[in-house]
């Protein structure tokens, strides 16, 4: 499997030179626990980390055209991942687990209180479903990890939205990848370099 990261050309610059992403860890419990006195970032819908696109650099790309006026492509090579670090939302099993977990109601209540706190500190950009399902990933991992099992990538087949078409970005409901997240990409990343799509034709 190949890995594509899409970001702005400046950022890409940095990363290829340093070899290496900002480390994105985060305590998503941090914001109710500091308030205003630390801003935390907003997760995406599969919590924290770098967001790659697995064998599709195309969607990387589009990914990156909705906040980038020069859009980069960045292939990025792995050490062999661990299954037993992998939510696989894919997977039946882990769905039925992450589904159960969500279901309690008090989680349900930490999720939207978090997700207030986010809403009254940051102008919430894209989907508030997304959101609200990166914290409660965030929640699910920190569960997991009280059970000594320790999420470093999450995997999930996910929809990347439609370019717009006057009306904001289209969504149509139906899965068009699959998103890789790397949580700690300091000690899993490899090698970073900028894709050429000239290698496709």
Do not use: C
């Amino acid at each position: 499997m190949r890995y594509y990261h899409g970001t702005a050309n400046i950022n890409a610059y940095k990363i290829i030179k340093n070899q290496r992403f900002k480390n994105p860890s985060y305590n998503v419990d941090a914001i109710l626990w500091e308030g205003t006195r630390q801003k935390i970032k907003v997760p995406g819908s599969l919590g924290y980390g770098i967001y790659t696109f697995i064998d599709n650099p195309n969607l990387a790309l589009e990914f990156a055209r909705k906040e980038n006026e020069e859009p980069v492509v960045l292939e990025v090579s792995l050490k062999n991942i661990n299954k037993t670090n992998l939510l696989d939302l894919t997977k039946k099993e882990h769905i039925n687990q992450f589904q159960k977990f969500a279901s309690y109601g008090k989680k349900a209540e930490k999720a939207q209180e978090i997700f207030n706190a986010f809403k009254d500190q940051h102008k919430i950009i894209g989907t508030s479903q997304d959101v609200y399902a990166g914290i409660m990933t965030e929640l699910f991992i920190a569960f997991l990890k009280k059970k000594k099992f320790i999420v470093r990538y999450v995997k999930k087949h996910t929809e990347t939205l439609l370019p717009p078409n006057g009306n904001g970005y289209q969504r149509l409901g139906l899965f068009n990848g699959t998103e890789f997240t790397i949580r700690y990409p300091g000690v899993d990343v490899t090698e970073i370099k900028k894709y050429s799509f000239k290698e496709e034709a």
